[in-house]
């Protein structure tokens, strides 16, 4: 089955076409980077009114790069939610309107979940029952993984989301949008040892997480410093290890108390390379595997919806032809596929 996927839920417009049989055929990305970057942030309007002009450019390159037209598209799946209510609506309205005019169902996938089967996209891809560490933008989530759509919320941000912590805190360090990335190269630079953070809420049973405070106490230590390259460097790194080791320390509880052996990292913070290295680490020590999306799937992309889409619509699950978007939508509130 040949599935176009479309995500345009936040600042970037993936394209992808997926078979299930060959697998990725082609893919494609276009980040709005240079459109925010002015602004310090995601400014929704520009956003959906960027993505309105690039994806129906991209649909035609990922046709062109697979060598194949689109009478072979079998179905389409179109990013539903959670997102920025206008971005959403492009990319629905578009895979909604190409699928009637193609005559092929289409299927609104869950964006989280999306991230969460990314891993499926590799050659060594985790069987199902796992615990997944969802971390993005929007999103930092443990879930226990019985199979699509069989989702127990283990535990969650109380507060900013993982990703959010890495963009406020780069952005008070005066780092350029988009913050993660550039405060994780900085940090590589940083001394570990000169300032420790707290691991928030560690000491509290369970698995949710809060990182405002962490945020918080890593600016108030900037604002004492002179403003060098070598203090900003030093308080990125305390402020990515304290991250790091609080993500590790629950993914732990999560693993234990789950009894699994399996976990999948995901969401655009999954690329940070020391919690690549640091979860490793971790799941080496429990007798345990960790599996990651290649880099460019951490973060957002087409080939992830599609994939996710194609799973729901072999299993009969295609909606209407009706266009509508969840901004919030509970992963946990999905249809199982058996
Ligand atoms: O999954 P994603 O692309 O979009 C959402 O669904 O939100 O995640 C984007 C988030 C941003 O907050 C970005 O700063 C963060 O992922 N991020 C990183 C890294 N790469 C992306 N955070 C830390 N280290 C990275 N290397
Ligand atoms: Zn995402």
Not at 90 to 97: H, K, L, T, W
Not at 179 to 184: D, T
């Amino acid at each position: 089955m040949l599935i176009l996927g479309i995500e345009t839920s936040c600042d970037e417009t993936g394209l992808a076409l997926y078979d299930s049989e060959r697998g990725l055929l082609a893919h494609t990305l276009y980040s709005q980077i240079g459109l925010h970057a002015q602004y310090g942030g995601v400014v929704p309007e520009l956003a959906s009114r960027d993505h309105v002009r690039k994806t129906l450019p991209l649909l035609r390159q990922i046709f062109q790069q697979a060598g194949l037209n689109p009478t072979a598209v079998e179905g389409v799946a179109y990013t539903r939610g959670p997102g920025l209510i206008g971005a959403l609506l492009v990319g629905a309205a578009i895979g909604r309107s190409l699928a009637w005019s193609w005559r092929v169902p289409a299927i609104g996938v869950h964006h989280m979940e999306g991230h969460l089967l990314a891993p499926m996209l590799e050659p060594e891809p985790p069987a199902f029952p796992f615990v997944a560490l969802l971390v993005s933008g929007g999103h930092s989530l443990l879930v226990e993984v019985g199979g699509i759509g069989k989702y127990r919320i283990l535990g969650e941000s109380v507060d900013d989301a993982a990703g959010e912590a890495f963009d406020k805190t780069a952005k008070l360090l005066g780092l350029p949008y988009p913050g993660g990335p550039a405060l994780a190269k900085l940090a590589e630079r940083g001394d570990p040892r000169r300032f420790t953070f707290p691991r928030p809420m560690i000491d509290r049973p369970g698995c949710d997480f809060s990182f405002s405070g962490l945020k918080t106490a890593a600016i108030n230590a900037w604002r004492l410093l002179e403003p060098t390259p070598e203090n900003r460097a030093d308080i990125a790194r305390a402020f990515e290890e304290a991250v790091v080791e609080t993500l590790a320390i629950k993914s732990r509880r999560a693993l234990k108390a789950t009894r699994l052996k399996r976990l999948v990292v995901a969401g655009g913070v999954g690329a940070n390379r020391r919690l690549r290295d640091r979860l490793r680490e971790l799941t080496a020590e429990l007798g345990g595997q960790v599996f990651y999306p290649r880099l460019e799937f951490c973060t957002d992309n087409g080939a992830m919806i599609a994939y996710a889409g194609w799973r729901r619509l072999a299993a009969g699950q295609g909606q209407d032809t009706v266009i509508d978007v969840m901004p919030r939508w509970p992963l946990d509130s999905l249809l199982a596929v058996d």
